[in-house]
């Protein structure tokens, strides 16, 4: 077996893993990344795209943001639809901020050549990964290449998303979970066709949401609601397609442009929190630890928020041998977390067709999306969730 030896152990190399193990190199120290599946996998894979303003001007304070200034698109605001007419929420005016369009897997690719150009180490394909000692003497156990790797580590870092190991390695009994499941899913495509909107419109109708997004100015991403058990065998593209324009289009005449469908699948929708999110040596961050609906736009976010937290926290062990802000950790990421749950769930509630709403329900959506729109204190409130909460 071959033996490593590292500071700091970090399973996932998805945003937070990677921008976990970039902080900490930033604050020198060191880090190993062990990711199951191969580099062009994970700077494949289609996610999230819109980051917080606190998220930008991290990756442009830590040397990220050459290619994301030059390619990302800044959104000053976004739109809700309902009742056929589109209604602008001007968060640079409301709040001072903004939010960004920069695919996840651009923030990958940014993450993963930093850490290479570095010399930090990231171990791809490593396969049945195993955890050991990590309430005293941490050890990540797989296997590469037919080869058996053994790391030592002060800590781990928890970052291999909803179904990895790093959770499910805790003792049963020390962590309690929340969850929410929703009866509906999302529909979601990439299409090749140049955005007809310069921001997101948020859909609300009689038959269900619509989203309208972007990647580039020749990608748009759209999502519309569907139920939990479609499979998407049954949608073809011209179905998709007389959906999302049967939902989106609106009085004026506005409508997204329609392309070829480069890439369509469907999405669950759920809410899953576990406190603490750490044990031992072990921390949790990202979708280990918690999942968001993606209606609020905040996973991808909250798993960097999660790192920033825990790189301060080692920093501060490492340098100043203290380790209140470690014992913290969990406690200091989930009072912002549950503020995040919490809007999240709203804007799901508010924007989507339930199963279970009569005409009275729909009638008070429509109540609430109009208070929303003519309230410059309901906006305001809105826009502060949507362009991200401090760190605490």
């Known amino acids: 077996m071959k033996q490593l030896r590292t500071q700091v152990g970090i399973v996932g190399a998805g945003p937070a893993g990677l921008m976990l193990s970039h902080l900490l190199h930033l604050e020198g120290i060191e880090s190993i990344v062990i990711e199951a599946q191969s580099r062009t996998h994970i700077e494949g894979r289609v996610r999230a795209g819109v980051l917080e303003q606190g998220t930008v001007e991290l990756m442009r304070l830590t040397g990220l943001g050459e290619r994301l ?22 968060f640079k005016e409301l709040t001072g901020k903004s939010i960004t369009v920069y695919a996840q897997h651009e923030v990958i690719k940014d993450l993963v050549r930093a850490r290479l150009d570095s010399g930090g180490r990231i171990l791809f394909d490593a396969k ?71 921001e997101l419109v948020y859909t609300y109708t009689d038959r269900g949401f619509a989203l309208f997004s972007m990647r580039s100015p020749t990608v748009t991403r759209l999502y519309l609601q569907c139920g939990p058990d479609e499979d998407i065998r ?78 301060r926290a080692l920093s501060e062990f490492y340098k100043n041998g203290r380790e209140n802000l470690l014992t913290a950790y969990s406690s200091t990421c989930l009072r912002r977390l549950w ?14 067709r339930w199963d279970s709403q009569n005409e009275f329900d729909h009638r008070r959506q429509l109540a609430e999306l109009d208070y929303l729109t003519s309230s410059r204190a309901a906006m305001t409130s809105l826009a502060e969730n949507y362009v991200g909460l401090p760190l605490e």
């Open 69 to 90: 200034d030059r390619e990302s698109l800044l959104h000053n605001g976004v739109y809700l639809s309902f009742d056929g007419n589109r209604h602008h929420l001007d």
């Open 128 to 198: 049945n990964l195993s955890i050991a000692s990590f309430e005293s003497s941490p050890r990540l156990q797989f296997q590469q290449n037919g080869e058996a790797y053994e790391v030592a580590c002060d800590f781990i870092g928890g970052c291999d998303g909803f179904h990895g190991v790093c959770r499910p390695s805790i003792p049963e009994g020390v962590l309690k979970v929340f969850e929410r499941t929703y009866p509906f899913a999302w529909l979601g495509i990439l299409a090749e066709a140049p955005p007809s909107s310069e």
């Open 234 to 311: 049954n949608w073809s593209d011209d179905r998709i397609w007389e959906e999302l324009l049967r939902r989106l289009t609106t009085k004026d005449g506005w409508a997204p442009n329609r392309g070829p469908v480069l890439q369509k699948g469907i999405t669950d929708m759920r809410s899953f929190v576990v406190e603490p999110m750490q044990f031992g040596r072990l921390f949790l961050a990202g979708d280990a630890a918690h999942i968001v609906p993606p209606t609020g736009a905040k996973g991808m976010n909250l798993a960097i928020a999660d790192v920033t937290v825990l790189s």
């Open 339 to 352: 503020k995040v749950q919490r809007f999240s769930w709203w804007m799901t509630a508010m924007l989507h």
